[in-house]
């Protein structure tokens, strides 16, 4: 028997239903409604539902419908800052005007995306500036800052989101002073927290979710309690991201950081009442001989740290330097601990002091059960100790958070009003169920999705995979250039620029070059250029590589180079445009893969992992390695058809998956597109999309 939730979802559905008002061109899909019907029978029932839906489906009308017309207070959450602004600016507000609902939508991020109206007050009086650019980006933002509503720095158009300015501008649970500080009732932070808690919707990010987790800091702890809903959007991440948060991380760029921010509020309000040069010079000493000590024959490295001190390290001299960056944080506590009265900024520093002091005696001590210990070498060190998955923390501690009422932080309690929104919703009663859906468009390579519900703890959760309706035999080739140099071999990166190089020739551009590490991407890069100088013709694309402009820029380039009948462009990129980046039309027509997208064995907590399997008499390699290259693979394929009118040819430079067995594995989790088995067939299925330009 069918609720009347997914009644209700079903007539939306429908083709003149009211979803044609909310947006253009809609018409229903049978994956869409399919999985709208199950997001909404588990609201309904409670419990856990994870969904894979292809590219196309349209996942976001399909969880948002249900978790909308089910009247239930809901929590969003996505895998970026980026997807979070679509969400609430874009989707949301359409659905939520085509159905004339009465409900409240807000945004959260976390607080490194809000401007700080103290620190922006210090920065103005600050006399180390990092370059004369900066007080003219610092008058932009002040003048910003007048006008803003929500000091989300996303509005402010032109900041670069690797400006050295915004460290300065925001704040960290560090040094942010609380209710101590002079803007505190002005904060756009507590804004932010006290409009989510008064919300019927709101949106977050995975990060912020799981930093509360580890810090129950960001607001997460008052907000999980009282929703019925929780969505967790392009879920593939969850596990990555969370372990990053579920551990412990030192490094001696903090020390530094906390060094320098000593010395001027010491300087600034208690100048001769402590010998801050000397505490200050004590943390870094300490830092740099913690530095020191690993030395300078493992630039890049990540240093697994199984014993007393990481792998090449001695062992007695890493405990020493350990030992006395210990102590220069205790120094430093006693002498602001004397002067804590004159000023919050000693108040918030002195708690500084005694966490790094607390979290260098942890990494001093034996790395903890079912974690994973390294360290990083680079200009700084970074201790880092990581659970190998969230799977406990999901179990235990965020069903267990949900359900358990907190007292909040924030300066209203709950049974107060805030003067801006009214009362705050009380939690729901003990016997509602609350609903979990996880969803994104690669989630595993097999029938129940156990490359992400097993490190998620989600062994119990209903399992959904809906089919892209996407025609990729018609709109699509695959490509496997058999007489091609091995991924090991040191011609191959420059064999992947060639090919790549030839087909964007002929294309204008409208080409995607995937790495797998940053060195490829440096070689390619630099091999298309040369490559595409050699070309008598005026219209050579253009050849953006990641890292020499900030992402957004990078991105927005590309998708405008094939307008206005010029010639397109040429990216190539790694890491996270692997993943997010859309290109819809055409812009981008051919993507190419260098090699398949194997984790690192170096890398420690990769290591980590295949030994656990392994001890389970598992195969670290079929059980881990393959089903991570999969879905990377997919994650990296699906850049090609964003929608039904899109075409394409995919090359993948690596003839292992035509030379090994497990390849046919592989080759079955990509879309079914069609093989081109010679190059004479990828010539023509290039030619067959070039246009004019």
Not at 142 to 154: C, F, H, I, M, N
Not at 516 to 521: I, P
Request: proline share 6%; with cysteine; glycine share 8%.
């Amino acid at each position: 028997m069918t609720s009347p939730l997914e009644n209700q979802v079903r007539d939306a559905f429908a083709q003149d239903g009211v979803l044609s008002q909310a947006a253009e061109q809609f018409r229903e899909r049978g994956g869409q409604t399919e999985m709208a019907m199950a997001v909404a029978r588990t609201i309904s029932d409670g419990g856990m539902l994870v969904v894979e839906a292809g590219t196309g489906v349209g996942k976001t009308f399909s969880y948002l419908v249900p978790a909308l017309l089910s009247g239930e207070r809901v929590l969003l959450s996505t895998a970026t800052k980026t997807l979070q602004d679509q969400l609430f600016g874009r989707d949301l507000p359409r659905l939520v005007e085509a159905f004339a609902l009465p409900i409240r939508t807000a945004l959260l991020k976390g607080r490194g995306s809000y401007l700080c109206l103290h620190r922006l007050d210090m920065a103005r009086h600050d006399a180390s500036l990092p370059e004369r650019g900066s007080l003219r980006t610092l008058a932009k933002i002040e003048q910003w800052s007048k006008a803003t509503r929500t000091g989300d720095l996303a509005e402010l158009p032109g900041l670069d989101e690797r400006s050295p300015l915004i460290p300065l501008i925001t704040s960290t649970r560090e040094n942010c002073l609380g209710a101590q500080c002079p803007q505190f009732k002005a904060c756009h932070v507590n804004l932010a927290r006290r409009e989510a808690l008064a919300a019927d919707i709101v949106v977050i990010n995975h990060h912020l979710f799981f930093a509360d987790l580890a810090v129950r800091e960001t607001g997460m702890a008052e907000l999980l309690p009282t929703v019925s809903v929780v969505v967790f959007d392009e879920a593939h991440q969850l596990n990555e991201t969370g372990v990053q948060f579920l551990g412990a991380q030192l490094g001696s760029g903090q020390a530094l950081d906390f060094a320098r921010d000593m010395l001027g509020a010491g300087l600034q309000h208690a100048r001769g009442l402590v010998d801050w040069q000397q505490l200050v010079a004590g943390v870094e000493r300490a830092a740099r001989e913690l530095r020191l000590v690993v030395g300078k024959q493992w630039p890049g490295a990540k240093l697994r740290w199984i014993g007393p001190a990481p792998e090449g390290v001695n062992a007695e001299a890493w405990q020493g330097a350990l030992d006395d960056l210990q102590d220069a944080f205790v120094l430093a506590a006693d002498g602001l601990d004397t002067v804590s009265e004159i000023s919050p900024d000693f108040v918030r520093l002195h708690e500084r002091a005694r966490q790094l002091a607390k979290r260098t005696a942890r990494f001093a001590q034996p790395c903890e059960l079912d974690s994973v210990r390294w360290v990083d070498v680079g200009t700084q060190l970074r201790l880092i100790e990581s659970p190998l998955d969230i799977a406990d923390a999901m179990r235990k501690r965020v069903l267990k958070l949900a359900d358990e009422p907190v007292e909040s932080d924030l300066p209203y309690g709950d049974d107060e009003e805030d003067p801006e929104h009214g009362a705050v919703p009380p939690p729901p009663q003990e016997d509602s169920r609350r609903a979990w859906v996880f969803t994104s468009a690669t989630l595993g390579d097999d029938p129940t999705l156990r490359w992400f519900t097993e490190p998620c703890g989600l062994r119990d959760a209903e399992v959904l995979r809906v089919q892209s309706p996407f025609d990729y035999a018609s709109q699509a080739a695959i490509y496997v250039p058999r007489a091609f140099p091995k991924p090991n071999d040191p011609t191959h990166s420059q064999q992947v620029a060639k090919l790549a190089a030839h087909g964007a020739a002929e294309l204008g551009g409208r080409t995607l070059v995937l790495t797998t590490t940053l060195r490829a991407l440096r070689t390619i890069g630099d091999a298309m250029r040369q490559q595409f100088e050699l070309l008598q013709t005026e219209a050579r694309p253009e050849v953006l590589v990641q890292g020499e402009l900030p992402k957004r820029v990078l991105m927005d380039r590309f998708r405008e180079g094939a307008s206005n009948g010029r010639a397109g462009c040429v990216l190539v990129a790694s890491a996270s445009f692997w993943e997010g980046f859309d290109a819809p039309g055409d812009a981008l027509q051919f993507v190419v893969i260098d090699k398949l997208p194997f984790p690192p064995p170096n890398d420690p907590l990769v290591e980590a992992r295949s030994q656990r399997l392994e001890a389970q008499g598992r195969s670290s390699f079929s059980d881990y390695s393959l089903p991570e290259a999969a879905v990377a693979l997919k994650q990296g394929a699906g850049r090609l058809i964003r929608r039904e009118t899109d075409s394409g040819v995919l090359a993948i430079c690596d003839t292992r998956l035509v030379a090994m067995g497990y390849g046919r594995r592989l080759l079955a989790a990509l879309p079914p597109m069609r093989r081109l088995e010679t190059e004479a067939d990828f010539e023509s299925a290039i030619d067959a999309l070039r246009k004019p330009y």
